[in-house]
């Protein structure tokens, strides 16, 4: 009985939280800044951090459904080209990076496993995000822009696809890791058992 009581608990917690967790990544989606020597179109926030600490919380799946309600939120008060491309993307960045950091600390049972799932999070969003930009989301872009894509390139100053990929969406996206990294891990270390009971070993 007392164990179904918590469960019960639990899982209206979760209820809660979710959303909660979801609008607060909405908010800090608005505080965006252009990196230097990047195209313009990538721009650095930390709404990543609320669906991590939620994966961290209840799992990878709830953290990818943090990034999910985040990003619709944004499709429906900040989307101004009505494209979905850059929410489609950053689920996509976010999922990536979530599920490799919140497995790898499920699997390493603490901070060690944590931080070798925030470097390869990482990196698999990095990679994922090259891909995923090559083959899918800057053709899409350019065929529902209605644009030839070497007119979409030369507005980055890039020659090719894979030039733009290669210094441009690969370097963003490890930079990006590494803030996002650079901020969870004192989180995560300061928060501990808070999050998740294996945090402090």
Not at 24 to 40: D, G, H, N, R, T
Not at 56 to 70: N, T
Not at 136 to 145: D, G, I
């Amino acid at each position: 009985m007392k164990e179904t009581a918590l469960h019960s608990t639990r899982s209206t917690q979760k209820l809660v939280t979710i959303p909660m967790l979801a609008a607060v990544a909405f908010i800090l989606q608005y505080l965006e800044f252009p990196i230097p020597l990047m195209p313009s179109f990538l721009k650095l926030d930390f709404s990543t951090l609320p669906a991590l600490i939620g994966g961290l919380m209840y799992g990878p799946v709830a953290g990818i459904i943090v990034e999910v309600l985040k990003n619709a939120l944004h499709m429906l008060f900040k989307n101004t080209d009505g494209l979905l491309i850059g929410e489609l993307a950053n689920v996509v960045a976010g999922a990536s990076f979530i599920l490799v950091a919140v497995s790898m600390q499920r699997l390493g049972q603490g901070k060690k496993g944590f931080l070798l799932g925030l470097a390869l999070g990482t990196l698999l969003m990095s990679a994922v995000m090259a891909v995923a930009n090559a083959f899918f989301l800057l053709p899409a872009y350019a065929a529902l822009y209605q644009m030839p894509m070497e007119t979409l390139l030369s507005t980055f100053g890039a020659t090719s696809v894979w030039s733009l990929v290669l210094y441009g969406i690969v370097p963003f996206n490890i930079f990006k890791g590494a803030m996002l990294s650079l901020v969870a891990y004192p989180v995560y270390v300061k928060l501990g058992s808070r999050l998740n009971p294996r945090a402090t070993n």
